[in-house]
């Protein structure tokens, strides 16, 4: 069911209740104000993989809470109570502001992103444009200023020293590749324009994300595809590299208690904390999943990736109250089940 509008906006009328779709209700007041019964949250990317899980995490957290969810396709998930969703280009600041003035959400969540193997001129326009067009369609509303949490990455990082790790939000971020610095300029973009124009923006440096309903591009994902009960043989890179991996549920409430709780200015690592690498990985997955074929050495002559050791430092995560609620075990598990259905 899609419950976006295509008709321009309307004149409202101070404190009349209007129904959108299926029982879900909004209390409009004049233009400038917020809705006085409600916590209305606009995550944009909403049907990427942590777009989802962070939507319905939203809604679960508050029964009289509502989700708007924006993206550039036509709704495609399944319907859900106090949500509705806008089909909108996260660059057309017009189409954005009039998404916002209708909806005048308390926290935005903005998860809209490039993919990875995206083009250089994708990545750039997206992750750092993207950002700075969202800005721009809050500040040309008079009058709003609600609290954005930046999905960013730990990507930011880049290569670090030993004694550097685990990556605390202090460390210095020098990436290695055109996604990690596209997202530490959306960073900068961001944290300024908030502290020139004091729109309360928090920083979401998310790592390795794992869990049931992952796709091929990323690394649990592409060897849950290939791990099928059986003989065979897998594919996979260097297997001397660590990672830090965390669970897309861990990922949607750490996101939400960001948003509910972070201070403005901060930036805060999204991750486990745990060191991996990724033969210990492997190793987990083969065990869960009966598969007998061949896994290829540790030291099967793949180049180190230049990144030979990213982990996260999550204390100040912590500090807002996050608790790890998924092992990996449990993430592997369930994406290993769901890859089979």
């Not at 606009?42 to 319905?56: D, F, K």
């Not at 994902?221 to 861990?250: H, K, M, S, Y």
């Not at 201070?263 to 065990?287: R, T």
């Amino acid at each position: 069911m899609y419950l976006g509008h295509s008709d321009p906006p309307r004149k409202r009328k101070a404190s009349a209740l209007v129904s959108l779709a299926d029982g879900l209700l909004w209390r409009r007041g004049s233009a400038g104000t917020t809705f006085a019964s409600v916590t209305t949250h606009l995550v944009t990317g909403a049907q990427g993989y942590v777009g989802r899980y962070l939507t319905r995490e939203l809604l679960d957290r508050r029964s009289d809470g509502t989700v708007v969810g924006v993206g550039r396709s036509v709704h495609s998930g399944e319907a859900l109570d106090r949500y509705a969703y806008e089909a909108a280009d996260i660059l057309d600041v017009p189409r954005m502001r009039t998404v916002l003035d209708r909806y005048r959400p308390e926290r935005i969540f903005h998860l809209a992103a490039a993919p990875r193997n995206g083009s250089r001129a994708e990545i750039a326009q997206t992750n750092v444009l993207g950002t700075v067009s969202l800005l721009d369609a809050i500040l040309g509303l008079e009058g709003y200023r609600p609290r954005i949490v930046i999905g960013s990455s730990g990507g930011v990082y880049g290569a670090l020293d030993d004694d550097q790790l685990p990556a605390s939000e202090s460390a210095p971020c020098v990436p290695v590749d055109v996604h990690g610095a596209s997202k530490l300029a959306a960073e900068h973009m961001a944290r300024i324009i908030g502290e020139r124009h004091g729109v309360c923006v928090m920083l979401a440096r998310i790592f390795n994300v794992c869990g049931p309903g992952q796709d091929e591009q990323h690394v649990c994902g592409r060897l849950a595809a290939q791990l099928r009960p059986g003989e065979g043989e897998i594919r996979v890179g260097n297997l001397g590299a660590t990672r830090d991996f965390i669970d897309v549920r861990d990922v949607a409430n750490a996101l939400a208690i960001i948003g509910e709780r972070g201070a403005c200015g901060e930036a805060y690592n999204v991750s486990s904390g745990d060191e991996m690498p990724i033969s210990g990985l492997v190793d987990k997955m083969v065990s869960i999943s009966g598969f007998t074929g061949v896994v290829p050495p540790a030291d099967s002559g793949q180049r180190m990736p230049s990144v030979p050791r990213h982990y996260g430092d999550v204390t100040r995560l912590r500090e807002l109250g996050f608790v790890q609620r998924h092992r990996i075990e449990d993430s592997l598990r369930d994406l290993i089940a769901e890859q089979r259905r």
